[in-house]
């Protein structure tokens, strides 16, 4: 049991800043004497152990992570913050997170007393399995997309009422893709089908486009590789539909010549002149 009141002690002691208020101080003393009633066997004591370094985590990757921010914070290092299984300062670098990386307190997190030991993402593409599908508010490329996935008229009928554009104006679509039409080095043109179909398959390999509702949240860790990665394929993430936006205008300029590219694509993995 001393050993464990040590170790508290010990970490409570880094984090206290010079000129902390009183009302931090007695906190800090209540704290203490809330670990020391609560610790009455080796079971509880570890489980508190755990909790305060798991919170000094949260410490070390703010200091590290936005340092301008953390000298100039004044949130308490023991007050309970909005999220009150942790303190005013952790909850201040969840909110630097969610404002300057990625967000983070939205969607899975709605309950003050969720607990952030991990963290999930909210997807940012469609959910084709779970979601009512609205083709007229979806961009027309994406729908596109949809030609290889929903093998009823529905779609065809969108591209006949849209464009006036009728199966047989296409060619016939292949059961399986062709798998060149998943491979990284494509050519100018194919590289654009190929992004547009990896988006509409959920297979970008980027966490924001892939995951979906359906299926169990992947839970990520606190530490800054982990971090920096999300925020650089949340922000790519964005840059994949501003390639429906290209696609878009492509279409919109020739519907048949663009479908019927995007159909010989699927079908042979390469473009074939048109």
Same mark, same amino acid.
């Given at each position: 049991?001393?050993?464990?009141?040590?170790?508290?002690?010990?970490?409570?002691?880094?984090?206290?800043?010079?000129?902390?208020?009183?009302?931090?101080?007695?906190?800090?003393?209540?704290?203490?004497?809330?670990?020391?009633?609560?610790?009455?066997?080796?079971?509880?004591?570890?489980?508190?152990?755990?909790?305060?370094?798991?919170?000094?985590?949260?410490?070390?990757?703010?200091?590290?992570?936005?340092?301008?921010?953390?000298?100039?914070?004044?949130?308490?290092?023991?007050?309970?913050?909005?999220?009150?299984?942790?303190?005013?300062?952790?909850?201040?670098?969840?909110?630097?997170?969610?404002?300057?990386?990625?967000?983070?307190? #939205?969607?899975?997190?709605?309950?003050?007393?969720?607990?952030?030991?991990?963290?999930?993402?909210?997807?940012?593409?469609?959910?084709?399995?779970?979601?009512?599908?609205?083709?007229?508010?979806?961009?027309?490329?994406?729908?596109?997309?949809?030609?290889?996935?929903?093998?009823?008229?529905?779609?065809?009928?969108?591209?006949? #009422?849209?464009?006036?554009?009728?199966?047989?104006?296409?060619?016939?679509?292949?059961?399986?893709?062709?798998?060149?039409?998943?491979?990284?080095?494509?050519?100018?043109?194919?590289?654009?089908?190929?992004?547009?179909?990896?988006?509409?398959?959920?297979?970008?390999?980027?966490?924001?486009?892939?995951?979906?509702?359906?299926?169990?949240?992947?839970?990520?860790?606190?530490?800054?590789?982990?971090?920096?990665?999300?925020? #650089?394929?949340?922000?790519?993430?964005?840059?994949?539909?501003?390639?429906?936006?290209?696609?878009?205008?492509?279409?919109?300029?020739?519907?048949?010549?663009?479908?019927?590219?995007?159909?010989?694509?699927?079908?042979?993995?390469?473009?074939?002149?048109?």
């Amino acid at each position: 049991m001393s050993n464990a009141l040590t170790i508290r002690a010990a970490f409570a002691s880094k984090t206290i800043l010079s000129g902390r208020s009183f009302g931090d101080g007695l906190l800090r003393s209540l704290e203490y004497l809330g670990f020391k009633a609560r610790s009455h066997n080796v079971a509880a004591a570890c489980d508190t152990v755990s909790r305060v370094l798991s919170e000094q985590q949260k410490y070390a990757l703010y200091k590290e992570m936005f340092p301008e921010e953390w000298k100039r914070s004044s949130a308490s290092l023991y007050r309970a913050g909005t999220y009150t299984r942790y303190s005013e300062r952790v909850n201040e670098f969840f909110e630097l997170v969610n404002k300057t990386c990625f967000p983070l307190l #939205e969607y899975w997190y709605d309950d003050p007393e969720q607990g952030f030991e991990q963290f999930a993402i909210m997807p940012h593409n469609f959910d084709l399995c779970c979601e009512e599908i609205d083709f007229e508010s979806m961009r027309v490329s994406y729908v596109a997309g949809l030609l290889f996935y929903f093998r009823d008229d529905e779609v065809l009928e969108f591209f006949e #009422e849209k464009f006036g554009l009728l199966a047989k104006d296409l060619p016939e679509i292949a059961r399986s893709p062709h798998p060149n039409v998943w491979n990284k080095k494509q050519n100018r043109t194919t590289g654009a089908y190929s992004r547009l179909l990896k988006l509409v398959d959920h297979s970008t390999g980027n966490p924001w486009l892939d995951f979906t509702q359906c299926q169990y949240p992947d839970l990520f860790d606190w530490d800054r590789k982990t971090i920096e990665m999300l925020t #650089e394929t949340y922000r790519a993430a964005g840059n994949e539909f501003k390639n429906l936006e290209v696609l878009d205008e492509r279409l919109e300029r020739d519907p048949q010549q663009f479908l019927s590219e995007l159909v010989e694509f699927w079908n042979t993995g390469r473009r074939a002149p048109i």
